[in-house]
């Protein structure tokens, strides 16, 4: 996949990274990655996600099934209130929400700027049906609304599938990123994943 630095998208300056770092108000962890993952994927994932909620972090994320369903079960086994889901409209896995989840829909008043991120980092934007556009808008708004990323790519697909899409866009705003693709194998480890959030949350509070 191609991830060109930030300074080679110019038109992303209509909404520079550091506006967007400060308008977060919590450690909020973009919790991005493949439907196709393993059970004991699925497990380390959801002890990422209570490692999150225990340390007073949220996790955001997109309500789809596989990884983002998994990260999600783990926060939510602490504390509903600290998982933030971005949804493209209400027959969207209503069944993954729990009460006390915030979710959040595309509205007008989003829609413009998660639009203008989501069609500058997918080649084939304009070629997409309505709603997997949509799918993409609501990266941005995932990625727009966190600190940091982690992200389960998965490499057998062109691009790293849809995850990568959020991937290129966390690239562009600096997001301090950890692909976790091969955490089954422990490459990273779960450990090492904790470090990782650790480091970014003690960066958060410095800021």
């Not at 069609?119 to 600190?147: E, P, T, W």
């Amino acid at each position: 996949m191609d991830l060109k630095p930030y300074k080679d998208f110019p038109e992303i300056s209509f909404l520079p990274a550091f506006k967007v770092v400060e308008s977060v108000k919590k450690f909020k962890v973009a919790c991005i990655g493949s439907r196709e993952i393993s059970q004991k994927t699925s497990k380390k994932l959801e002890a990422i996600g209570t490692f999150i909620a225990r340390k007073g972090g949220v996790v955001v994320s997109g309500n789809a099934i596989g990884s983002d369903a998994a990260y999600a079960r783990g926060a939510n086994s602490i504390n509903p209130e600290l998982v933030e889901l971005y949804v493209v409209d209400r027959k969207h896995n209503p069944k993954f929400i729990v009460p006390g989840n915030k979710v959040i829909y595309e509205t007008e008043e989003n829609n413009e700027t998660w639009q203008r991120i989501a069609r500058l980092y997918h080649n084939r934007y304009d070629k997409l049906d309505d709603y997997v556009q949509r799918l993409m808008n609501r990266n941005a708004g995932i990625i727009l609304n966190s600190f940091c990323t982690l992200g389960v790519l998965n490499h057998s697909k062109s691009n790293f599938g849809g995850t990568g899409h959020g991937w290129k866009i966390s690239e562009a705003f600096k997001h301090p990123r950890l692909d976790i693709y091969d955490i089954e194998n422990d490459n990273p480890s779960l450990e090492e994943v904790k470090e990782f959030l650790r480091v970014e949350a003690k960066e958060f509070r410095n800021n």
